[in-house]
């Protein structure tokens, strides 16, 4: 859920009462004031996906994945 407000003497004031408990936990975004801001590529956890990569010893996963995943017939991948 989005809600929009504004910084004032330190405290964020929305511009419509908000339906959160006091105490609530939340997190502030700053931004321009627009929810469909896109954050930066930096902040997309995919961003470093490479560096998450693991050497699986598959060399033909690319071109037969249907085959590790659902069982179907091997394909020749052109090497």
């Given at each position: ?38 954050p ?35 394909v020749?991948?052109?090497?």
């Amino acid at each position: 859920m989005v809600y929009q407000g504004t910084i004032q003497n330190g405290v964020v004031v929305f511009g419509a009462p908000v339906p959160l408990a006091d105490g609530t936990p939340v997190n502030v975004v700053v931004g321009n004031g627009l929810p469909s801001q896109r954050p930066a590529a930096e902040d997309d956890p995919l961003f470093d996906m490479s560096e998450l990569a693991v050497d699986m010893g598959i060399n033909d996963l690319g071109a037969n994945i249907d085959h590790y995943l659902y069982g179907h017939p091997k394909v020749d991948d052109g090497r």
